[in-house]
C-alpha cells in the first residue's frame, strides 16, 4: 500500500478554475473602485467641513474675541489632520486588498491546486483590520471636531454676548426709563 501524501494530486476542475478565476478578477476591480470613491468621498466632504469653518471663523464679520481666540478654528485643523489620515488609511488597506486579489490571480491555478490562492499571514490580516477600522475611527474622531470647534467658538463669544446687553421686544420702556415686562393682556 502506498502512502496517499506521495500520490500525484489531480489537477483542479477547469470549470471551477475558471469560475474562480473570474470572480477573483471581478472582486478585485469592484474592491479597487469601491474604495477609492468612498477615500474621496471622505476626504472631499470632512475636509470641506473644516476648510470651510476655518474659513468662516476669520472672516471680518465674526467678532474680534472668536477670531482672535486659538480654540475656535484649532479642532477644525485638528479635524482635517484626522480626516487626512482616514484617507492615508483608507488608500492602505484598498493597496492592501489590490495586493490580495492580485496574489490570487494565478493563471497556473487552471492546472494545479499548489497555484490556487493561499491563506495570508497573521501580519497582512492584522494589517488589512487595522485600515479598515481606522479610517472609521479617524473619521468619526474628524467628524466630532466639527460640534467641538462650534463649542470652542460660542464659549468665546459668551463673555461678550453677557457684556452687551440685550433688550426683549417683549419688553416696553416706562416714562421713567426703567424696564417693564408686558403681559398677555396688557397694552403697550
Given at each position: 500500500m502506498s502512502n496517499p501524501a506521495q500520490q500525484p494530486v489531480p489537477p483542479p476542475n477547469p470549470i471551477v478554475a475558471r469560475a474562480l478565476?473570474?470572480?477573483?478578477?471581478?472582486?478585485?476591480?469592484?474592491?479597487?473602485?469601491?474604495?477609492?470613491?468612498?477615500?474621496?468621498?471622505?476626504?472631499v466632504t470632512i475636509t470641506t467641513v473644516h476648510?470651510?469653518?476655518?474659513?468662516?471663523?476669520?472672516?471680518?464679520?465674526?467678532?474680534?474675541?472668536?477670531?482672535?481666540?486659538?480654540?475656535?478654528?484649532?479642532?477644525?485643523?485638528?479635524?482635517?489632520?484626522?480626516?487626512?489620515?482616514?484617507?492615508?488609511?483608507?488608500?492602505?488597506?484598498?493597496?492592501?486588498?489590490?495586493n490580495l486579489f492580485a496574489g490570487w490571480m494565478d493563471a497556473n491555478m487552471h492546472i494545479?491546486?499548489?497555484?490556487?490562492?493561499?491563506?495570508?499571514?497573521?501580519?497582512?490580516?492584522?494589517?488589512?483590520?487595522a485600515t479598515f477600522y481606522a479610517p472609521i475611527i479617524f473619521g468619526l474622531a474628524s467628524a466630532f471636531c466639527i460640534p467641538w470647534a462650534a463649542h470652542n467658538a460660542m464659549a468665546a463669544l459668551a463673555p461678550a454676548a453677557l457684556a452687551t446687553p440685550h433688550v426683549s421686544p417683549a419688553r416696553t420702556a416706562l416714562p421713567a426709563g426703567r424696564l417693564q415686562p408686558v403681559g398677555k393682556n396688557e397694552k403697550r
Open positions: 478565476w473570474d470572480y477573483t478578477g471581478e472582486r478585485l476591480r469592484f474592491v479597487s473602485q469601491i474604495q477609492a470613491d468612498y477615500g474621496k468621498w471622505l476626504l476648510l470651510a469653518t476655518v474659513y468662516m471663523v476669520s472672516q471680518p464679520t465674526v467678532p474680534v474675541a472668536v477670531r482672535t481666540n486659538p480654540s475656535s478654528y484649532w479642532p477644525s485643523i485638528t479635524g482635517v489632520c484626522l480626516v487626512l489620515t482616514a484617507g492615508l488609511a483608507t488608500w492602505a488597506n484598498w493597496a492592501l486588498a489590490a494545479s491546486y499548489a497555484s490556487w490562492p493561499k491563506p495570508r499571514s497573521k501580519f497582512f490580516n492584522g494589517c488589512m483590520a
